[in-house]
Structure formats: C-alpha cells, structure tokens
C-alpha cells in the first residue's frame, strides 16, 4: 500500500502545528518548513479543517492551530481524512462485476483483512507520539527563528 501525497503532508502540517503549539501557524510558513507548495498545502488544510483536525484563526496574526489535543488525534484518523481511497485492488470497488471470484474471492478477503490491520497500526499512534521531541522538531522546522522574527519586528 502507498499512501498519497496529500497524507504525507497531512501528517506533517500536523506535526508542524503539535510542535508549535503557543502560537497559530501560517501556511506560508509550514509549506516552507517542507519545501512543498503553498497552494497544494491549502488544499490539505481543508481537508483537515472538515475533519476537525485543525482550526483557521483569521486576521493579521492569524494562521491554523490544532483544533484538539495532539493526544487525541490518531495518525489513522488523519490518514482516513487525506486518502480518498482504500482500493488496495479493482476488485475492492464495489461497483465492479468483471472478475467471476467477485462474491467468493480470497485474495479479496485477505487485502480487506490487511488493510484492517494497517489501520490498527496506526490507530496505536498519535499526532502528540510523532512530535514527541518537541523542541528538535521546533529547531529542525526553523520555528524558533520565525519566533525571534516575529519578536523583532514588534
């Protein structure tokens, strides 16, 4: 199984957000973190936003925090938030009838059975686990010097 893009960046702006918990978090700011595109970012903060992972704070100091404690939001619940699909093989949609094993396929019951246990996995884990060492990530993500540009330009 390969998780999308969109996932993977998912659980970074997460992370991103758990690390700097004091203060909102600009998009610009975490998308320049991760070297990835700011438009592409927006598209994934909605995703999370619908998903009541992260909230929006408008105005000038405004930005996205968590909408809950890291503690409580699973990395399988934000990967069932970002994945759009779970088709691990054609035959998993429902809508189609070509395969003759369709209603007594094994393989089928097998990747279904996989997939359960995948998700279990990452039902043990939690968006607080991944940022654990706050303060390498905060130091890895340059957060304390956007930190100390904000204070100087106060």
Excluded: W
Aim: aromatic residues 6%; charged residues 25%.
């Amino acid at each position: 199984m390969r998780l999308t893009q969109q996932t993977n960046y998912a659980v970074r702006a997460l992370m991103y957000c758990a690390a700097n918990p004091e203060r909102p978090s600009k998009v610009a700011d975490i998308a320049a973190s991760f070297d990835m595109s700011e438009t592409h970012l927006f598209k994934i903060m909605k995703v999370l936003v619908d998903a009541n992972l992260i909230r929006t704070i408008r105005g000038r100091n405004g930005g996205v925090m968590l909408a809950r404690d890291p503690e409580t939001i699973t990395v399988g619940e934000v990967v069932r938030a970002a994945e759009e699909s779970f088709l691990l093989a054609e035959c998993f949609d429902s809508g189609r009838k070509d395969c003759p094993l369709i209603m007594s396929c094994g393989f089928n019951g097998l990747l279904h059975e996989a997939l359960e246990a995948f998700m279990d996995v990452l039902d043990t884990k939690t968006i607080a686990d991944l940022s654990e060492d706050r303060s390498s990530l905060r130091h890895l993500l340059k957060i304390d010097e956007l930190d100390q540009k904000v204070a100087a330009a106060s």
